[in-house]
């Protein structure tokens, strides 16, 4: 099982350095520092991808789905960024509709994180699962279609906020954040309100860029890039890395 994982993850590495070969002709130039921004999220994402992956074995058993789960987020986020960033070297620019391609798998992944630390404590119902899924699901297309042009931008903004504001529902005060304060586990109530802060906080860069770059007069492509990479930064690692303190926490607890 742990050689399939290593294997798996070696063919990721190979992916990576033979699509980077590929685009030989462009060169990240050093003072591209948008370009050299998506460098840096590609090799953090790739890191932290092996470090779950390989931390998996570690932690009790309840908890291996939670770092399966983070390390697919980080390695689907790092092969989009290995694409992106050919993109940008390439042509100066990344259209943020690319984005959407990699947010629609590691969002309702991400979702699905919330679901998988309260089961690794306790007996929850699926219903948060579901709920958690469609509310990103919305939250997504509705951007998409509006950043797309297949409906007005300002409509699918308010239908993705819509998604969102019943995500922060649902952690917050719905059934989730509920089950989440009566679990009496400290080292999952501790990852979880952290990870309701990067779902409020982190993720409100997200609907900023967009009110920024379509429904005001436009905003600068190099800026918006940067910022966007570094939410991505903070939104997948740390996330990960948040319920990787609670497996470890919790594997200590129970092995004493
Ligand atoms: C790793 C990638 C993440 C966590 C991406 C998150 C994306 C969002 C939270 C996007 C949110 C949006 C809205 C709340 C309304 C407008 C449309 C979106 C899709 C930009």
Redesign the pocket.
């Known amino acids: 099982m742990r050689k399939l994982g290593l294997l798996a993850l070696a063919a990721v590495a190979f992916l990576g350095i033979t699509s980077s070969a590929n685009a030989a002709t462009a060169l990240l130039q050093t003072n591209d520092f948008v370009g050299i921004s998506f460098w840096l999220v590609s090799m953090g994402m790739i890191a932290t991808t092996v470090f779950f992956f390989a931390e998996r074995g570690t932690v009790a058993a309840s908890w291996r789905t939670s770092l399966t789960v983070a390390g697919l987020?980080t390695g689907v986020?790092f092969v989009h960024y290995m694409y992106m960033r050919e993109v940008w070297v390439s042509t100066g620019d990344s259209p943020t509709v690319y984005r959407y391609i990699?947010?629609l798998i590691?969002?309702p992944l991400?979702m699905i994180e919330f679901y998988l630390i309260l089961a690794a404590v306790r007996k929850v119902p699926t219903s948060i699962f579901w709920k958690l899924l469609i509310g990103s699901l919305v939250?997504?297309i509705?951007?998409?279609l509006?950043e797309a042009g297949y409906i007005q931008p300002f409509v699918?903004?308010v239908i993705?906020?819509a998604?969102?504001i019943y995500i922060l529902f649902e952690i917050f005060s719905g059934e989730a954040g509920t089950m989440a304060a009566k679990a009496g586990n400290k080292a999952m109530a501790t990852a979880f309100s952290a990870m309701r802060i990067i779902v409020t906080i982190?993720?409100a860069i997200?609907?900023l860029?967009?009110i920024f770059g379509y429904l005001t007069g436009g905003v600068d492509a190099n800026a918006l890039n940067v910022i966007y990479n570094l939410a991505?930064f903070i939104?997948?690692i740390a996330f990960g890395l948040v319920i990787w303190a609670a497996a470890m926490q919790n594997t200590r607890l129970s092995s004493r």
């Open positions: 987020v986020a990699d947010w590691t969002v991400q939250m997504l509705g951007g998409y509006g699918g903004f993705g906020m998604g969102w982190g993720w997200y609907p860029g967009y991505d939104n997948k």
